[in-house]
């Protein structure tokens, strides 16, 4: 399993971009948590973990796939 250089620099990307909009969708979650019933905020409020945990993975995956 290698890393390849384009893979990081892509997901260096993707990060920082994640936690840079990250507070408007936790804003946005807890605008919408007032007037959503309950699974749909906590749903909301869950996205930008969910997010990084399915970046991370799709690394792995590209990576493990090159041989």
Do not use: K, N, Y
């Not at 807890?30 to 869950?46: N, R």
Request: aromatic fraction near 8%.
């Amino acid at each position: 399993m290698a890393l390849t250089i384009t893979d990081g620099i892509i997901t260096f990307v993707t990060m920082t971009a994640l936690l840079a909009l990250s507070p408007i969708f936790f804003e946005f979650a807890t605008i919408v948590q007032g007037e959503a019933d309950p699974l749909s905020g906590m749903i909301l409020s869950i996205v930008v973990p969910l997010f990084m945990v399915a970046i991370l993975i799709s690394v792995g995956v590209s990576a493990r796939r090159r041989v």
